[in-house]
């Protein structure tokens, strides 16, 4: 009988690059017993803040992008029930933290080339009752964010940007999170900058980030860190019904070092993305739009485009096929309306919103991780070459 060769190990998708320096943080942590939200966590905020061109004082972290979501939507005081436009594609955690603000999602359709939320399709979903535009930078490609801005200043709407995937982007020499009222990241295990979970909120306005601090911690009027230090004790007052959204010191441990080589994990992604445009060039697949002039590509996800008549096998048999294979892919996303919750509540059908369905029903997310080997992008190329049609 033929040797049988060992099959390779199961390429995780969106496995993140975890290195000494952030495990030695979080055993120093650990050893300092501080654990909670305190030092660590103010140090995070502080070079996240510098990163973004911000102050400290524009920035507040949170233990997840939904939370930031729904802490800044709540802190933007839209009466009940106001339309918010957002894209259908995107992760559920849009659309819900709008529904948990007391809000009322509409969705606008992306473009096909892009799939970013199309400014043309914003426009015709204005209605009297719309104060908010939440658009998503998809896979790490900003927005159209010139004209969303000025949609946004001629009809009078806040703006909260979800950039899960956009910690790098920007857009005409402005960061991604920087055009809004608030901008809200992931540090979710699978993001460009990890903290297992957590999430950070971004501000120009100093006073709306201020409230944002008080609603994700109780709704009290001083955090923790400073009623336990050893300035004395201070009482806390409640001054509003908030929710227990902190980030822990545990979890800045790992995102003060992960935040540090930000950059240069965006020139692997940068890397593994040009292989791949170049290995699959010739294949029956969709691939990335090019970024836009004067515009920088988070590289969050690279996405293809698998149609079963021309790619010669449907999405879902690659999905399985690549899983064979033992390399794990994602799907980003099926479109929202594809859910049978919004379905129900809001009555949506996906053909309604064309572009996003048909992306929806043949997205594939490759690995595009930093901890990637030469060895393991060759894995994924050879298998999306042996599995889809030539062009
Ligand atoms: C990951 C993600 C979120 C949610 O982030 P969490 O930190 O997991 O809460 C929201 N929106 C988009 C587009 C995402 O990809």
């Known amino acids: 009988m033929p040797a049988t060769s060992p099959s390779p190990p199961f390429l995780v998708f969106g496995s993140p690059l975890i290195e000494q320096a952030e495990i030695d943080e979080?055993?120093?942590?650990?050893?300092?017993?501080?654990?909670?939200?305190?030092?660590?966590?103010?140090?995070?905020?502080?070079?996240?803040?510098?990163?973004q061109g911000l102050q400290p004082s524009q920035v507040a972290a949170v233990n997840s992008c939904t939370a930031a979501l729904h802490v800044?939507?709540?802190?933007?005081?839209?009466?009940?029930?106001?339309?918010?436009?957002?894209?259908?594609?995107?992760f559920c955690a849009s659309i819900n933290a709008i529904i948990h603000a007391g809000l009322t999602p509409v969705l606008a359709d992306v473009d096909p080339v892009t799939q970013c939320i199309d400014p043309a399709a914003i426009e015709a979903a204005i209605t009297p009752r719309t104060r908010a535009i939440l658009p998503v930078h998809f896979a790490g490609r900003p927005c159209e964010m010139d004209a969303i801005m000025a949609i946004a200043d001629k009809n009078g709407l806040m703006v909260i940007e979800d950039c899960a995937h956009a910690i790098e982007s920007t857009h005409h020499g402005r960061k991604a999170g920087t055009f809004g009222?608030?901008?809200?990241?992931?540090?979710?295990?699978?993001?460009?900058?990890?903290?297992g979970e957590g999430g950070m909120i971004t501000g120009h306005d100093e006073a709306h980030i201020a409230r944002a601090k008080v609603l994700a911690l109780h709704g009290m009027s001083k955090d923790a860190w400073h009623r336990f230090g050893d300035q004395g004790y201070k009482h806390y007052q409640v001054v509003e019904a908030g929710f227990k959204y902190n980030m822990m010191d545990l979890q800045a441990a790992i995102g003060i070092h992960q935040l540090a080589r930000v950059e240069r994990n965006w020139r692997r992604r940068d890397t593994i993305w040009n292989r791949y445009m170049?290995?699959?060039?010739?294949?029956?697949?969709?691939?990335?739009?090019?970024?836009?002039?004067?515009?920088?590509?988070?590289?969050?996800?690279?996405?293809?485009?698998?149609?079963?008549?021309?790619?010669?096998?449907?999405?879902?048999?690659?999905?399985?096929a690549m899983n064979v294979r033992r390399i794990g892919t994602g799907v980003h996303y099926l479109a929202v309306p594809e859910h049978p919750y919004y379905q129900q509540r809001f009555g949506w059908r996906p053909e309604k919103w064309p572009n996003a369905m048909r992306i929806g029903r043949q997205t594939v997310s490759l690995p595009l991780s930093p901890k990637l080997t030469d060895a393991d992008v060759g894995r994924v190329i050879e298998a999306v070459r042996d599995l889809a049609n030539p062009a």
Request: one cysteine or more; hydrophobic letters at 45%.
């Open 181 to 195: 009222d608030f901008g809200c990241f992931s540090f979710y295990a699978t993001k460009n900058v990890v903290t």
């Open 72 to 90: 800044s939507m709540v802190a933007s005081d839209l009466e009940p029930g106001s339309e918010v436009i957002t894209t259908p594609m995107t």
């Open 26 to 51: 979080v055993v120093a942590c650990m050893e300092s017993a501080w654990l909670g939200t305190g030092p660590r966590v103010a140090q995070f905020e502080r070079d996240f803040a510098a990163y």
């Open 278 to 320: 170049a290995a699959f060039a010739d294949l029956a697949i969709g691939l990335p739009a090019p970024p836009a002039p004067g515009t920088r590509h988070a590289c969050h996800l690279f996405t293809i485009m698998v149609d079963a008549e021309r790619s010669g096998i449907s999405r879902d048999d690659f999905l399985n």
